[in-house]
């Protein structure tokens, strides 16, 4: 490495160490110890600007003590730029549609934030559940104009197919010949699959919703329209924590909405603080006060303003004393 990069480590959706290394050829670095707590951790490191790849790579272990934070695993991408590395990470899930797309980055919070920059991977299911083999399947997939159609490489399949890519962005996958049985004929085999992986355009502003569709043909019969898998923007998340648990059972819990947030984020306090006076403090992590302001009934108006990326550390303090404390990150 001609230059120092920096690494990160998430515990859950939270910034638990951030750091900077810098490796001779062949040279290796430990991290220290991270608990075995059940939570799902995740390792990030940008490639050198000199790798031929460039982008960031990143490994995930979740469960290590036996109890699993379910669903983490896949907000965030298992990147790794290198073109002959794939990789695949699916939830187990009860009784689905056989029809349906889904991607591998399922992205933060109901809004599925993720940040600018991410490069998708969506993966269309079809299944033919009629009465007679499918001889052709044709699925065509319209991006959306925040997505680069030049950008896009067809990935894995079940079957033999041809990729075009028509005009408007328009993606045209064709298995021809595939001779798909019926589901009632030969369940395991009527299920086909593609993949394919495309990238965002430049400077995808904040709060864009990214949205994607697609049909699916099955012979000369009305297409199947699957779910809509959509992500939004979010370059600066903030994402707050409080781990004050004897705070909660005395004064209730403490609100941070929304959360995370893609700006700006309200503090609620419970109906027993609204009326008394109660204090913000913002810290960063060399402990040098960042932010300072008081509640008005009851709430407290978080604004990142000139914040930039990191950890903060914030304390709300009544009658002299810390009632919750916590992390907010911003990404």
């Not at 904040?206 to 019969?221: K, V």
Request: proline share 7%; aromatic share 10%.
């Amino acid at each position: 490495m001609n230059e120092p990069m920096e690494f990160i480590v998430v515990e859950d959706v939270i910034m638990y160490l951030r750091d900077q290394f810098q490796l001779e050829s062949g040279q290796t670095l430990n991290l220290p110890a991270i608990p075995s707590n059940g939570q799902t951790w995740r390792l990030e490191a940008p490639q050198p600007s000199a790798h031929p790849y460039s982008g960031t790579v990143a490994a995930v272990v979740e469960g290590c003590n036996g109890i699993n934070s379910t669903g983490l695993v896949r907000i965030f991408p298992l990147e790794n730029p290198a073109p002959s590395i794939a990789s695949d990470c699916r939830e187990n899930t009860a009784a689905y549609d056989p029809n349906d797309k889904s991607a591998s980055v399922i992205g933060l919070d109901e809004e599925r934030f993720i940040r600018s920059g991410t490069d998708l991977e969506y993966l269309i299911r079809f299944q033919n559940t009629g009465t007679d083999t499918a001889f052709r399947v044709v699925i065509l997939d319209t991006l959306s104009q925040w997505l680069r159609p030049e950008s896009v490489r067809p990935g894995a399949t079940g079957h033999p197919y041809s990729f075009e890519l028509l005009e408007g962005g328009i993606l045209r996958f064709s298995f021809d010949n595939i001779m798909l049985p019926d589901s009632n004929v030969n369940e395991p085999a009527s299920h086909g699959f593609i993949q394919f992986w495309v990238r965002q355009q430049a400077d995808t502003p904040p709060g864009t919703r990214i949205e994607n569709t697609a049909a699916i043909y099955f012979d000369q019969q009305t297409p199947v329209i699957t779910n809509t898998v959509f992500h939004t923007i979010g370059d600066h998340l903030i994402q707050a924590a409080s781990n004050d648990e004897e705070a909660q059972e005395i004064w209730g819990a403490l609100t941070v909405f929304p959360n995370p947030s893609a700006g700006d984020a309200d503090f609620l306090l419970p109906a027993s603080l609204s009326d008394a006076n109660v204090f913000f403090e913002l810290y960063d992590v060399w402990s040098r006060p960042v932010q300072q302001g008081s509640f008005q009934n009851g709430r407290y108006g978080f604004r990142k303003g000139d914040l930039s990326s990191g950890v903060y550390f914030y304390r709300i303090k009544t009658a002299g004393r810390v009632a919750y404390s916590g992390k907010i990150v911003i990404k």
